[in-house]
């Protein structure tokens, strides 16, 4: 079973910064793809930062220039293991709950999609 585990959340001031990390555990042969979701209260939730095994990112349009997604710098497929969301000059909009993502999910048998379980990031202005 894979599992995945978001860590670094917590409460900041508007301006500050902070860097979540995910990991991914379990059986896994590859990981086509590592994403950083984000839902607020009463709102749906929304593509932040997104990487693919070959390094390829992409963000959300609110968040580019101050959050950086990043994986482990190694030539192995499987460093999407362990990716980060580095975010900076934060802004009370940015509360919410971020989730990570890991795509394609390769296990030997079959390939499949995982969530963490989410971690609360609060931005006070």
């Known amino acids: 079973q894979v599992q995945l585990v978001e860590s670094g959340g917590g409460l900041v001031q508007a301006g500050g910064s902070l860097r979540l990390s995910c990991a991914a555990s379990g059986k896994i042969f590859a990981i086509a793809s590592m994403a950083w979701y984000r839902q607020a209260p009463e709102k749906g939730r929304e593509l932040v930062a997104h990487i693919t095994s070959t390094g390829v990112t992409n963000y959300l349009d609110s968040v580019k220039e101050r959050f950086i997604i990043a994986r482990n710098n190694t030539k192995n497929t499987v460093d999407l293991r362990m990716v980060y969301l580095q975010m900076n000059s934060l802004k009370p909009e940015d509360t919410a709950v971020y989730f990570c993502?890991?795509?394609?999910?390769?296990?030997?048998?079959?390939?499949?999609?995982?969530w963490g379980q989410g971690a609360q990031v609060t931005v006070s202005s």
């Open positions: 993502k890991a795509g394609g999910v390769y296990d030997g048998r079959s390939v499949k999609d995982y």
